[in-house]
């Protein structure tokens, strides 16, 4: 990524790089995206996934598709930090898709997202 582009990764670092960018650029916490504003996100995200070219499995498609259609609401900071452009939020939601950070309940409250993958 970046520089470090052309940097050839040993497999056991291979493994976990994916997992660690990500979890990597969710830098932030509350106040958080209304819940329609954070699922409009993953929607938008979808969309582009759909298109085409963003090179990710039709596993990955329908399992979003499912989580969107189970109601999952992941918690998306509602601001950021200064360049960081679309990165932070999408890492924010995205990261609750392997079970790590918080999910927005019904109610407003705040659920591990692994406990709400697991339900």
Same mark, same amino acid.
């Given at each position: 990524?970046?520089?470090?582009? =052309? @940097? ?5 670092? /291979?493994? !976990?790089?994916?997992?660690?960018? *990500? *979890? !990597?650029? =969710? ?5 958080? +995206? #209304? #819940? =329609? ?26 399992? +979003? ?7 999952? @609401? ?6 950021? /930090?200064?360049?960081? !452009?679309?990165?932070?939020? +999408? ?6 898709? @392997?079970?790590?950070?918080? @999910? ?12 709400? +993958? =697991?339900?």
């Amino acid at each position: 990524m970046g520089y470090l582009g =052309a @940097v050839d990764l040993a497999p056991e670092e /291979a493994a !976990g790089h994916q997992r660690r960018l *990500l *979890l !990597g650029r =969710a830098a932030g916490s509350a106040p958080f +995206l #209304p #819940p =329609a504003e954070a699922r409009a996100v993953m929607v938008a995200r979808l969309a582009g996934f759909l298109g085409g070219h963003a090179g990710v499995t039709p596993a990955l498609c329908a399992f +979003l598709a499912d989580r969107l259609n189970d109601g999952f @609401v992941p918690a998306v900071p509602r601001r950021g /930090a200064g360049g960081a !452009g679309e990165v932070m939020p +999408l890492a924010h939601a995205f990261q609750t898709l @392997v079970g790590v950070g918080w @999910v927005l309940e019904p109610d407003g409250s705040l659920r591990e997202a692994a406990a709400a +993958l =697991a339900a």
